[in-house]
């Protein structure tokens, strides 16, 4: 108990405001400071950071540590790296991560033996000979939107395309193969090959057996193989700005 009376609490802060009343030499010494006059390096700080959110307003708000160093060395500042990343935690400053990107082809989940008729020989004699299709999402900013489009060979035209907020195997490809089937209809003349990658979007039972009922071959690639599916990949280059 003696311990307790002796180094408790009260006789702690006794000892601490005595010492910090010698050192200090007054009790006011916090307002003091707080009436002080800002630092030549607070000054500097404070111009240097209004530099920072011009360029970075004038870049679209995007740019991070590297480009605002960039941009401030190229204005003529002599700025360090470390100095930006500093100035960006104190003014709350941060760059525009890139998005990742969505993952469209997800592979069946069950074998597929159905072959690829096509073997990247992308021609055809006359129209409606071969169709490949795809899907392809589109960034935008409230999000992705998800597009599906069937490509007819020997025009090169997208003959059928349906866009949705999300990627559902029985909605968004199947819309698009029926406006292409649609668009179609009383041409389809001889054969017509149907070819995609080996996503579960194109190759569901569903889409199937849509396909069949039309009288189409089903011809599948590979996933993640773009050369599988050239003409796909090509139009999906026109319809995703980059």
């Not at 021609?123 to 597009?147: E, H, I, M």
């Not at 579960?200 to 199937?208: E, G, K, L, P």
């Not at 849509?210 to 090509?234: M, P």
Request: aromatic share 8%; hydrophobic share 40%.
């Amino acid at each position: 108990m003696s311990t307790r009376i002796a180094c408790g609490v009260e006789c702690i802060c006794r000892v601490v405001r005595a010492y910090f009343c010698e050192v200090f030499y007054t009790s006011r010494g916090y307002r003091a400071a707080k009436s002080r006059s800002p630092s030549a390096r607070a000054v500097r700080d404070q111009e240097l950071i209004v530099e920072l959110r011009r360029l970075r307003a004038d870049n679209f708000c995007v740019y991070g540590i590297r480009k605002l160093h960039k941009a401030m060395v190229d204005e003529g500042y002599s700025i360090g790296r470390n100095q930006v990343v500093r100035l960006m935690s104190i003014a709350w400053l941060k760059g525009v991560r890139r998005g990742r990107n969505p993952v469209t082809t997800k592979p069946a989940k069950l074998p597929d033996s159905r072959p690829d008729l096509v073997k990247r020989n992308f021609k055809a004699d006359a129209p409606n000979r071969l169709w490949v299709a795809d899907v392809v999402y589109v960034r935008t900013r409230s999000g992705f939107v998800y597009t599906a489009f069937v490509t007819e060979v020997f025009s090169r035209k997208i003959v059928g395309w349906s866009w949705k907020s999300s990627l559902t195997t029985d909605v968004l490809p199947m819309e698009a193969l029926s406006q292409a089937m649609h668009s179609a209809k009383g041409q389809l003349e001889g054969s017509l090959v149907h070819h995609s990658d080996r996503g579960s979007q194109c190759v569901s039972v569903a889409y199937t057996t849509r396909l069949r009922q039309g009288g189409i071959d089903v011809s599948v690639g590979t996933v993640g193989d773009s050369y599988d599916n050239a003409i796909a990949e090509t139009a999906m280059g026109y319809i995703r700005p980059s």
